[in-house]
């Protein structure tokens, strides 16, 4: 009842907000949150699926697209820009089509002193895998793809096509994090429990590792498991793998730090009635295959409890596939500072939440971007941009 009350307040005030209702507050009240809308950016320029946009640390003057065949494209930080060019292509070992590809790419923090960059794909070669590998940056001023200069950290092997996670992003403690899927298929029907749930799996589970040995990787201190052997080779292991940060994922698509509060925001995609948005804790796990949302599924678990009920959720009638965003911390729309902003890939909406949102927001109608979302991203000034799976770049502007 109360989750229905604050699903309607909710829209009440962004109706308010659409009509011009924020003139009548008295001088100084709070402005009502905002009303969102997309202005296309970079207009020169359209890219061949893209599924990830984002910066180098501590510099404004270029942007890097992450495409799915295996190119990472980059451009001037011009309005105008008229071409990009390629900063890496692995395409030849990157298996692409539906949910399979060069998933996701993460600079490492004190790039390019430390010149290492991280990226996410799926290979073919011999049976379907995840890498996390890591590249240099080369004399030409691009990444060395060389393969013998690529350094693997870590092979997981996916038993479906579908379901590869393949965000990865440095945290604010230095340690890189990277969301894995269940493996694939539906309802998670792997083994008694799924992999979700099984701790001896990196599948479904948001990873934590160190990178800073020349070889291998280290295992920070608190990870639930650590101690134990790492399950590097395949993803599996004879006792609980020490990579594991969280668990109970269906397929994490998009995750970002809160850059001022430090706090772990989530989009996992649902099965075939819920999206939902989480807030991670270390240890914390949230829910499949047990749960879809807020929702009991009736699959059997295992007994990893405490599981976590999601922040907010929305149903068939909003959207199909969620896509996570960012806490809103730029300056060109205040009504939205400190605010929660994610969107659905298939039917467009964007929504925006409080960063203390609880018990479970259900979600209502949103604003109709038009676009399929396949990632946001966030420049250094904090302001919020979507991609468009069909090709554009859009930055948020507020009403
Ligand atoms: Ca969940």
Redesign the pocket.
């Known amino acids: 009842m109360s989750l229905r009350r604050q699903g309607a307040s909710y829209l009440a005030v962004l109706l308010a907000a659409a009509c011009g209702g924020g003139d009548d507050a008295p001088p100084g009240a709070p402005q009502p949150p905002p009303v969102l809308r997309v202005a296309r950016v970079f207009p020169n320029l359209t890219f061949s699926q893209p599924i990830a946009l984002l910066q180098a640390p501590n510099d404004a003057s270029r942007w890097f697209v992450v495409e799915q065949a295996g190119i990472v494209r980059v451009f001037s930080n011009d309005p105008q820009a008229t071409s990009s060019t390629v900063f890496a292509d692995i395409s030849s070992r990157v298996l692409a089509g539906g949910e399979l590809g060069l998933l996701g790419m993460a600079f490492h923090p004190d790039f390019p002193t430390d010149p290492r960059v991280f990226l996410n794909y799926t290979n073919g070669d011999s049976g379907l895998v995840t890498r996390i590998s890591e590249f240099r940056l080369g004399g030409s001023g691009n990444l060395d793809t060389a393969p013998a200069n690529e350094r693997v950290l870590l092979t997981i092997n996916q038993p479906e096509a579908n379901h590869n996670g393949g965000h990865l992003a440095f945290g604010p403690d230095g340690f890189l994090y990277i969301g894995m899927g269940d493996g694939g298929g539906a309802n998670d029907q792997h083994g008694a429990i799924g992999n979700a749930q099984l701790m001896t799996t990196l599948l479904g589970k948001m990873l934590r590792i160190d990178v800073t040995p020349a070889s291998g990787y280290d295992i920070p201190p608190d990870n639930p498991f650590e101690g134990n052997a790492t399950c590097h080779l395949n993803g599996t292991g004879t006792s609980p793998c020490p990579e594991i940060y969280a668990s109970?994922?269906?397929n994490p698509w998009r995750w970002s730090f809160d850059r001022e509060t430090d706090v772990l925001w989530l989009g996992?995609v649902g099965q075939g009635a819920l999206e939902?948005i989480?807030r991670v804790t270390l240890r914390g796990n949230?829910?499949?295959r047990c749960?879809?949302?807020a929702s009991p599924t009736g699959f059997p678990c295992g007994s990893e409890a405490p599981l976590l009920p999601?922040i907010a959720e929305y149903g068939r009638s909003e959207g199909a596939a969620v896509t996570g965003g960012y806490v809103y911390r730029g300056s060109a729309i205040p009504g939205l500072q400190g605010r929660y902003v994610f969107g659905d890939f298939v039917s467009g909406q964007l929504w925006h939440i409080a960063a203390d949102t609880q018990p479970t927001l259900r979600m209502s109608t949103g604003f109709q971007s038009g676009l399929n979302i396949s990632s946001f991203a966030e420049d250094l000034a904090g302001e919020l941009y979507v991609v468009d799976y069909g090709g554009g770049l859009y930055r948020l502007t507020g009403n």
Request: hydrophobic share 25%.
């Open positions: 109970g994922f269906r996992d939902e989480d949230y829910g499949w749960f879809e949302g999601p």
